[in-house]
Nanobody, 113 residues
Framework: QVQLVESGGGLVQAGGSLRLSCAAS??????MGWYRQAPGKQRELVAR???????NYADSVKGRFTISRDNAKNTVYLQMNSLKPEDTAVYYC?????????WGQGTQVTVSS
């Protein structure tokens, strides 16, 4: 049974930092990443990392966010620096194996101005 357990969200002032973690169990994933959804907006890709280490980022977070994974722990991280109010959203962990994709329950990130 696949489980994704997210942690690390919270309230931070603009310019601050947060680190999200997503601990996966039950499968090995070729792709691990983060999406976010702000109120009234569609869910969007923030960043993802492929098993070989290649990464993709949304243009809006390039240079501020860093995604990484610890394969031994089957965990993906999102280091978020220089946070802006427009980064406020529910952040979802997303993991993909050979058969399907899985979603975490979401963690709220709120950036105050």
């Amino acid at each position: 049974q696949v489980q994704l357990v997210e942690s690390g969200g919270g309230l931070v002032q603009a310019g601050g930092s947060l680190r999200l973690s997503c601990a996966a169990s039950g499968s090995i994933f070729s792709i691990m990443g983060w999406y976010r959804q702000a109120p009234g907006k569609q869910r969007e890709l923030v960043a993802r990392i492929i098993s070989g280490g290649r990464t993709n980022y949304a243009d809006s977070v390039k240079g501020r966010f860093t995604i990484s994974r610890d394969n031994a722990k089957n965990t993906v991280y999102l280091q978020m620096n220089s946070l802006k109010p427009e980064d406020t959203a529910v952040y979802y962990c997303n993991c993909v194996n050979s058969y399907r994709e899985y979603w975490g329950q979401g963690t709220q990130v709120t950036v105050s101005s």
